[in-house]
């Protein structure tokens, strides 16, 4: 490709959701200046292939059918430019042939599927030793299964009976990971990285459950379903949680069955999986055998099988999901505010004496943490010590008594102090007792208000961090008032007092009402970013989010397939819930709606004269940690999207194959809107 022309344009193909830049739309225009800047081009000559573009803008006219032989052409005032597809069967764009001569035996493997491990396991188990990490403990030393005793936990060479190498079917290195998470606990913060280099970020359970997933989807069903016996009796032999859990290995069985399911189903009976691989180079590239990870790779996919098949390898890419229940996305809201910025959406106007600057730096979400560190320093500085006494000089059962009466409606607080069940009994969450404890240990060489000095001073911030609530950070800042006010806010009820300090300080914080909330509170800006998201202008936008985290596209062209235990979401069931497999008509006719209580949903409405609308998803905005915690935009399947996956799977799941969380939401949805065939949306 000799032509930087070309290479720009193919680039900037890559760049756009539909591989066809559209010289009218605002964020396709953004995505070419980004890569021109990459390329470090003098400003001057990024700026007049702009304005030369800009000046196109409606003026082109687009032939040919996109095909690999019959390429698009643009044809302008000045002449005419070819655009390559890149659509391929699946319609991505993306180059899906593997690689044929991988040799898996062990003599010419690709060295990423046989090297050792890392972290290796001096520094592993010097973790472990120093607390980083803790191991398990059982109830019993042993377990039995078919007449084979497992000591416990699970040695690596009992893990690694099940994958006997070679042929080399995972990474080797997997094996070794599996036995370190199956044999700690989900404590301390750990992370997958802590067991395993080399692999993406996400919530520890997650992650193990992928990993044993693609791992357990190698093997064969006999050897599969003796393993997960083994699994389930460790797990259930385990006395404190570990990543892997009763509820995450049985999701993972579940979305192993499915995963073979759909392959069947798309490569015939025949089709056997050659090599599982996670979402990483060396697993893409040299275990499965696409040429380019970056540009081939789905847009979702968390794990990748090799499926030999009578028409020699081919790829199937699956997106993991727990459950039913499981959320779609869950996206970094500042993020999103940036690329909504970015696109020239104008998410905030001027009001009363306030400018739109002032009311962007009040009311965005990119802000929210700032300012409330910001009114949490200045809280610091205001409470008075006696009053802080009064709680101190409680005892947990008098404040546990006190927070029964809590509201629990519009913010649980009386679920942010107790934790426990009306069965087995309440008592003072962790995070309570952290913040009381943290007050006990300071009052007398700290009492409050604190100003900058006492912020500041390595003692108290060394006290501070080691309670968990680190000074030098906004999430440490924030929690530590925000618990301290529940706390107050407590007390405050206890004596009557309806609307004290701490009420008003929650209130600008969170949003303690139903209905009207300060401006700048957690829920007045989540309300207002969810609304700037679903304007019109915003449109682009909100498509790239879908496209990126719920993959509609990929799924129904058939590049990649989801997983949600027993669930699928595959080209077959997204017509059966749709009504058709043509994404560009589904694109067209997605909305966001408002009902009543003000609640958005992401809508699919059909060209057909007289369809219904169908609710796909849920968006919601908010903070995980409620007062200190990054905001995350939300996208949760609606209960009427899991009923009608639920009845586009049934004929091809066994019932005794569903796991006990399907179970419960399969009920749950079947009592809303009655059974397959006869649903009332």
């Known amino acids: ?65 996109g095909t690999g032989g019959d390429p698009f052409v643009y044809t ?108 700690s606990q989900n404590k301390g913060g750990v992370k997958i990285t802590d067991f395993l280099d080399g692999v993406g970020a996400g919530e520890l359970p997650a992650q193990a459950a992928e990993l044993l997933t693609l791992m357990t989807a190698t093997m064969s069903e006999e050897e599969s379903n003796e393993f997960y016996e083994v699994l389930q009796q460790t797990v259930g032999n385990q006395t404190t949680k570990g990543p892997l859990d009763k509820d995450w290995v049985e999701a993972a069985k579940a979305s192993k069955n499915t995963i073979l399911r759909q392959i069947k189903e798309k490569y015939g009976e025949d089709a056997t999986i050659e090599f599982g691989g996670w979402d990483v180079p060396n697993d893409v590239t040299d275990g499965i055998g ?34 039913l229940d499981a959320f779609f996305a869950n996206l970094g809201s500042a993020d999103i505010q940036k690329r909504l910025d970015e696109s020239g959406v104008e998410s905030f106007e001027a009001e009363g004496d306030l400018s739109a600057e002032q ?106 961090k080691e309670a968990g609530f680190s000074m030098t950070t906004a999430k440490g800042r924030n929690k530590l008032m925000v618990y301290t006010n529940y706390l107050l806010y407590n007390e405050e009820l206890a004596n009557g007092i309806t609307d004290g300090p701490a009420f ?36 682009e936008v909100l498509m790239e989010l879908i496209r990126d985290k719920f993959p509609l596209k990929s799924l129904m062209s058939g590049e990649e397939s989801m997983a949600l235990s027993n669930q699928s979401l595959d080209p077959e069931t997204c017509k059966v819930i749709f009504g058709t497999d043509d994404y560009d008509e589904i694109q067209k006719g997605i909305s966001v709606e408002t009902d009543e209580d003000g609640n958005k949903y992401l809508v699919y409405k059909g060209k057909t004269p007289g369809a219904k609308p169908i609710r796909i998803a849920t968006i919601s905005c908010r903070q995980r940690g409620d007062g200190y915690a990054s905001p995350t935009t939300e996208l949760a399947p609606t209960e009427e999207l899991r009923h009608r996956m639920y009845c586009a799977n049934r004929a091809k799941i066994k019932e005794k194959d569903y796991t006990n969380a399907e179970r419960k939401t399969i009920n749950r949805v079947i009592k809303k809107f009655g059974n397959c065939g006869g649903a009332k949306y």
Do not use: C
């Not at 597809?85 to 699946?90: P, V």
């Not at 042939?97 to 290796?120: A, L, M, Q, R, Y």
């Not at 007050?439 to 409050?448: G, I, N, S």
């Not at 970013?529 to 202008?537: S, V």
């Open 1 to 65: 490709m000799n032509n930087p022309l070309d290479k720009i344009l193919t680039e900037w193909a890559y760049r756009v959701h539909n591989g066809m830049p559209d010289l009218s739309d605002n964020y396709h225009l953004i995505q070419l200046e980004q890569y021109l800047n990459e390329l470090r081009l003098p400003r001057r000559v990024v700026k007049k292939v702009l304005e030369k573009v800009r000046a196109y803008k409606g003026k082109g006219k687009r032939t040919g059918s």
């Open 76 to 183: 302008y005032d000045g002449g005419s430019g070819k655009q390559t597809s890149k659509d391929d069967d699946t319609g991505t764009g993306k180059n899906k042939e593997v690689e044929d001569d991988i040799d898996f035996s062990g003599k010419n493997t690709p060295e990423s599927i046989t090297e050792e491990i890392k972290p290796i396991d001096d520094d592993f188990n010097a973790r472990v030793e120093n607390g980083e990490i803790k191991r398990n403990e059982y109830k019993e030393d042993t377990i039995e299964i078919n007449g084979k005793t497992y000591n416990q936990p699970l040695s690596v060479e009992d893990v690694e009976s099940f994958f006997p190498n070679p042929p080399h079917k995972i990474p080797k290195r997997y094996i070794k990971a599996l036995q370190r998470l199956l044999a």
């Open 290 to 323: 696409l040429t380019d990870y970056k540009k081939d790779k789905g847009f979702s996919t968390d794990a990748y099988f090799r499926v030999q098949t009578k028409d020699g390898p081919k790829i199937h890419e699956v997106s993991l999901k727990k459950d």
């Open 359 to 464: 009311v962007k730096e009040r009311d965005s979400v990119s802000n929210l943490t700032k300012n409330q560190t910001k009114r949490s320093t200045e809280r610091m500085g205001k409470i008075k010590q006696e009053n802080v006494d009064r709680v101190l000089d409680k005892s947990n059962e008098e404040i546990e008594k006190n927070a029964h009466n809590l509201p629990s409606r519009p913010k649980d607080i009386k679920g942010k102090l107790l934790s426990g069940n009306k069965k087995d009994g309440y008592k003072l969450s962790k995070e309570a007792q952290q913040v009381l404890d943290f007050h006990r240990k300071v009052t007398d060489k700290y009492p409050l208000p604190w100003n900058e000095n006492t912020l500041n001073d390595p003692e108290f911030q060394r006290l501070a």
């Open 504 to 539: 008003q300080f929650l209130n600008n914080q969170l949003g303690m009402k139903k209905d009207e909330n300060p401006p700048g509170s957690a829920k007045d800006v989540s309300n207002k970013h969810i609304e700037n998201l679903a304007k019109p202008e915003s449109r």
